[in-house]
């Protein structure tokens, strides 16, 4: 059993939207901060976007990578166990496979090295 299942991708043309989801399992949802993370052919994974936990001080905080910041928004369901992340404007350069992991603590520390299968997102002409 996968700790996330993620969905949402597809194939878009450049300026579209999609929506991608991130369904947790096996895991107290709202103990942790959980980040979107892509990776492209022949390069590593990087971080996209992040939402804290809902127990922090900064209850359910965002944070943006640079290239993504304005046109990206992220956001979490504690019912529903899922994060979502809203992706508008979309560039040639946001195609990747995403993926979704947990933080062990605030955003922009260490990770568990538990993935999904990941989403494809393929933005051209």
């Known amino acids: 059993q996968l700790n996330f299942v993620e969905s949402g991708g597809g194939l878009v043309q450049p300026g579209g939207s999609l929506r991608l989801s991130c369904t947790a399992s096996g895991m107290t949802f709202d103990y942790y901060a959980i980040g979107w993370f892509r990776q492209a052919p022949g390069k590593e994974r990087e971080g996209v976007s992040c939402?804290?936990?809902?127990?922090?001080?900064?209850?359910?905080?965002?944070s943006y990578a640079d290239s993504v910041k304005g046109r990206f928004t992220i956001s979490r369901d504690s019912d529903k166990k899922t994060v979502y992340l809203q992706m508008n404007r979309l560039k040639p350069e946001d195609s990747a496979i995403y993926y979704c992991a947990a933080f062990k603590g605030p955003c922009g520390g260490d990770i568990h090295d538990r993935w999904g299968q990941g989403t494809q997102v393929a933005v051209s002409s």
């Open positions: 939402i804290g936990s809902y127990y922090g001080y900064a209850r359910d905080g965002t």
